[in-house]
Each structure stands twice: as C-alpha cells, then as structure tokens.
C-alpha cells in the first residue's frame, strides 16, 4: 500500500487583456486510486516576473505577452489609477 503526492497544473487560461490565470492540482493518491484532490490558484498579469513559475505555464506566457499586450495592460492600470 503505498501513498503517493502528485501535483499537477490542470488548468491554464489566458484572459483577454493578457492575464495568465493557472491552476495546480495536488492528489493525494494509494496504489493508483485517487484518495483526495485539492486546488490552488494562481494569476500572473503581462510582464510579471516569471522566476519560480512551472515551465508549462511560463511557455503560456511567453506566447501571450507580446510587446503589445503588455503595453496595453500597463495603460490600463494607469488609467484606472488615474481615474481612482
């Protein structure tokens, strides 16, 4: 009988304005047969550091955030604190 800890990330999703949204699956598994599954969830926005993010994830990214994307998002962030 052994029990193993696998994580995974199972979800991937890229939203309009470049935001990278992930989520990680951690099972908990006993000789093959899933004994428990929890989810933790992650966002990145254009042009954030990518240092510690699993390469799946960072290849998402790298294809995403072009120049233009990133340019977009940084001029709306400035705007919405322009107007806060």
């Known amino acids: 009988m052994a029990i193993t ?3 995974a990330i199972d979800q991937i999703t890229v939203t309009e304005n470049g935001i990278v949204l992930y989520r990680e699956a951690t099972r908990i598994m006993e000789d093959g ?3 428990s ?3 933790h969830r992650n966002s990145l926005v254009p042009g954030q550091d990518l240092t510690g993010i699993p390469a799946n994830v960072v ?3 790298n294809v995403a955030w072009t120049e233009a994307v990133i340019a977009a998002y940084q ?3 400035a705007a919405q604190q322009a107007g806060a």
């Open 5 to 7: 800890k696998e994580k």
């Open 33 to 35: 047969n899933q004994l």
């Open 37 to 39: 599954q929890t989810y």
């Open 59 to 61: 290849a998402h990214c």
């Open 75 to 77: 001029a709306q962030v």
